[in-house]
């Protein structure tokens, strides 16, 4: 055993403290901070949250399974979608012209991720009332050495930086710890659509539990509709922020 890593969330919603010292446990506690910095993201987000799961309701009640999410992307037309989601955010102010995302991603994403709870749940820890406004990931374990903080104290745009650069570290991270090899499977999205979404249900290599939910994220992502905030959203909006993209998605074990 080489160093440890603290998985920890202290916000008005709960509290989680969770400290591993090997690699076979460390997925519970980023299970947990990966549910957090979801949560944790779309909250900050510039995006009237109520509004959406309003549009969403109808067609989320009757998500149970991977093909009901499959049938109702396939009722979805993603400009018309779009239009109706533009009501449903808050501009960014951009003062020196450099913004080239746009805040409906955030809120098509936030819709999308109500789709999708019908299938893969998001599990928060249980409920608590923290205090310090703080997420953190701080790791030394066995050669994987990163530091991530969500500061809920500081602006709605660090914390959604924050909570997208954290997010995507851990998925990466889990990749490996599960022996999730799936570079091959998303080279064959090599293109941005919303149609390929259907695809990426119909070629999952596994379709349940953790594993299914991490190859379903990442495949949405890489078809360019990601059911989170993801670091390409927030750069986009936030470009003063600008969080560094990993080279490579490395999800070999």
Known sequence: MVGSALCEAETPGYVY?????????????????RA?????GFE?????????????????????TLDDLKACLAGIKPNALKQELAGCVTRVDD?????????????FSYYLHLLKQGVYPL???PGSQGKKGLVRLASNLDKWVVIKKINLGAGDDEAVAGAASMRDAISRKLFKLRGIAADAWLAQFNRKSFAGLSKVIDS???RDGVNGELLLDAGFEANGFP????????????????VPKPRGRQRKA
């Open 17 to 33: 403290r969770f400290e591993a010292f090997d690699e076979n446990q460390l997925g519970e506690g980023l299970l947990a901070l």
């Open 36 to 40: 957090v910095a979801t949560h944790q």
């Open 44 to 64: 900050r987000a510039p995006i009237d949250r109520k509004a959406i799961e309003a549009l969403a309701r109808t067609a989320s009640g009757k998500i149970k």
């Open 95 to 107: 003062p020196l012209g450099r913004k080239k995302g746009d805040e409906v991603d955030f809120a």
């Open 123 to 125: 599990r928060l820890p």
């Open 204 to 206: 999952l290599p596994e």
């Open 227 to 242: 059911t989170f905030i993801s670091i390409e959203q927030s750069n986009g909006v936030y470009p003063y922020l600008k």
